[in-house]
């Protein structure tokens, strides 16, 4: 049975397009798949597995020499379970920069495209064969698309994502907006999780000048909740970082409506940081970004020192 999975703090993406890969797998490529987590589903994704009656994947730490698996979401290792080169890896579907580090047994298939999400790279590769897809595996493929997107506000936004997020619309006679704004409102209830699992929630490790970043950002439309707990916020992230092998924590704390990122900046090197990268002024504890909405567009291609 091969394995599907994405990233570590599994978010839409990393959730839905397992289950999407792992229907295609089984049922159109007739090699048995399942799906598998590597860890809790945020609140968004959890979401997504009630309202489209999706189970939750097992949730697994780890992989064996004796597993077969296929990556989705992600190419980066330290990413993925700490045996990942253990295992018999045959496949990697992607849409982040080619990280390295990852070894195989053989030549396997490798498709990472410059598109916004995993699950309108699946929608290609499908081709089709999606007209069999269960409602659920649509429907989650259309939440990824509009969760990736920020429905079509992120940069990182192509024709191509949004024709094949109408597509899946219509076809399933789902109105965009209020999905969408589903969505955002379960990213952005956030009440039950400690200061140091929202600083880990959606991050990235990232080296700048010598300094190990973790970049971690919070989509939100309700930006206040967050705000209000930024004290506690800045007090954990000397924690969290000497617990992850960091220097530093950078938390951008992304308002979807209003197209905007809130850096908390709880010393210097961070002030140093935001107006170096974003040629910012920084005055306080805070700083907007204007249209800033993707790490991976935005902010990590900014970042200096």
Same mark, same amino acid.
């Given at each position: 049975?091969?394995?599907?999975?994405?990233?570590?703090?599994?978010?839409?993406?990393?959730?839905?397009?397992?289950?999407?890969?792992?229907? /295609?797998?089984?049922?159109v490529?007739?090699?048995?798949?399942?799906?598998?987590?590597?860890?809790?589903?945020?609140? =968004? !994704?959890?979401?997504?597995?009630?309202?489209?009656n999706?189970?939750?994947?097992?949730?697994?730490?780890?992989? #064996? !020499?004796?597993?077969?698996?296929?990556?989705v979401?992600?190419?980066?290792? $330290?990413?993925?379970?700490?045996?990942?080169?253990?295992?018999?890896?045959?496949?990697?579907?992607?849409?982040?920069?080619?990280?390295?580090?990852? &070894?195989?047994?053989?030549?396997?298939?490798?498709?990472? +495209?410059?598109?916004?999400c995993?699950?309108?790279?699946?929608?290609?590769?499908?081709?089709?064969?999606?007209? +069999?897809?269960?409602?659920?595996?649509k429907?989650?493929?259309l %939440?990824?698309?509009?969760?990736? #997107?920020?429905?079509? +506000? *992120?940069?990182?936004?192509?024709?191509?994502?949004?024709?094949?997020?109408?597509?899946?619309? @219509?076809?399933?006679?789902? @109105?965009?907006?209020?999905?969408?704004? !589903?969505?955002?409102? @379960?990213k *952005?209830?956030? %009440? =039950? /999780?400690?200061?140091?699992?929202?600083?880990?929630?959606d *991050? &990235?490790?990232?080296?700048? @000048?010598?300094?190990?970043?973790?970049? %971690?950002?919070?989509?939100?439309?309700?930006?206040?909740?967050?705000?209000?707990? &930024? !004290?506690?916020?800045?007090?954990?992230?000397?924690?969290?970082?000497?617990?992850?092998?960091?220097? $530093?924590?950078?938390?951008?704390?992304?308002?979807?409506? +209003?197209? =905007?990122? #809130?850096?908390?900046?709880?010393? =210097?090197?961070?002030?140093?940081?935001?107006?170096? %990268?974003?040629?910012? #002024?920084?005055?306080?504890?805070?700083?907007?970004?204007?249209?800033?909405?993707?790490?991976?567009? $935005?902010?990590?291609?900014?970042?200096?020192?």
């Amino acid at each position: 049975m091969i394995k599907v999975f994405g990233h570590k703090a599994p978010d839409t993406d990393s959730t839905g397009s397992p289950i999407a890969w792992a229907w /295609y797998l089984t049922e159109v490529r007739g090699t048995p798949a399942t799906p598998v987590l590597l860890g809790e589903p945020n609140t =968004e !994704a959890a979401f997504v597995l009630r309202h489209w009656n999706l189970p939750k994947p097992q949730i697994i730490a780890d992989v #064996t !020499a004796a597993d077969t698996v296929v990556i989705v979401d992600t190419n980066n290792p $330290q990413e993925l379970p700490p045996s990942i080169n253990e295992a018999n890896v045959t496949g990697i579907i992607d849409h982040h920069m080619l990280v390295g580090g990852l &070894k195989t047994r053989a030549p396997i298939e490798i498709t990472i +495209r410059p598109l916004a999400c995993t699950a309108t790279i699946l929608h290609d590769l499908m081709g089709a064969d999606i007209a +069999r897809a269960p409602r659920g595996v649509k429907g989650a493929m259309l %939440s990824c698309i509009l969760s990736d #997107t920020l429905e079509f +506000r *992120s940069p990182t936004t192509t024709p191509h994502d949004r024709a094949v997020a109408e597509s899946l619309a @219509a076809d399933l006679g789902v @109105a965009i907006p209020e999905l969408a704004a !589903a969505l955002f409102e @379960a990213k *952005s209830d956030v %009440s =039950e /999780y400690s200061d140091a699992a929202l600083l880990r929630m959606d *991050s &990235k490790e990232f080296e700048i @000048a010598g300094k190990q970043l973790r970049i %971690s950002v919070l989509e939100t439309t309700a930006p206040k909740v967050l705000l209000d707990r &930024k !004290a506690s916020l800045m007090a954990s992230m000397a924690e969290v970082a000497r617990e992850d092998g960091a220097d $530093q924590v950078l938390l951008f704390i992304i308002d979807i409506l +209003r197209e =905007e990122a #809130t850096l908390l900046v709880p010393n =210097e090197l961070v002030k140093r940081l935001a107006e170096a %990268s974003f040629g910012a #002024t920084v005055t306080g504890d805070t700083v907007v970004l204007p249209g800033i909405l993707s790490r991976k567009k $935005q902010i990590i291609p900014s970042l200096k020192l």
